[in-house]
């Protein structure tokens, strides 16, 4: 029987290429801002909010239950990435021990590092609000 709410293989490929060129779009405008700038704030705020809300507002999928095991290796890395910033962030900021946003800092000083972080900021919060 024929749903009046089937979506088609072709309805999901539109879908998805309205969603990439909206994305594209908004990287290639955002970029424009200067880094840490209001302009910027007000850039990463006009897709960042609504990407939360979505996320917050939706029923994930059922999943099976996460075992102890791979919960401890997930927290191990969690504990670990925080303990290396927050080491990093409390010690020097020079070259020889740099923190993430340092090194990033060559790459997006440039605008099509900026497309890049953007794309990857905002592609990342569509797939995991799409989940």
């Known amino acids: 029987m024929d749903s009046a709410f089937e979506v088609t293989a072709e309805q999901t490929r539109r879908r998805r290429a309205v969603v990439v060129g909206l994305l594209v779009t908004y990287a290639l405008l ?32 059922r999943a099976p239950p996460v075992g102890a095991r791979s919960a401890a290796v997930w927290l191990g890395l969690l504990g670990l990435g925080v303990a290396v910033e927050l080491g990093l962030w409390l010690g020097p900021d020079d070259v020889a021990h740099p923190t993430l946003s340092t090194l990033a800092d060559p790459v997006l000083s440039t605008y099509p590092g900026r497309v890049l972080g953007y794309l990857l900021w905002a592609g990342s919060g569509v797939w995991l609000v799409s989940r």
């Open 30 to 61: 955002a970029a424009i801002c200067r880094p840490l700038t209001d302009p910027a704030l007000v850039a990463v705020l006009v897709v960042g909010a609504p990407l939360c809300w979505v996320g917050v507002r939706r029923r994930p999928r």
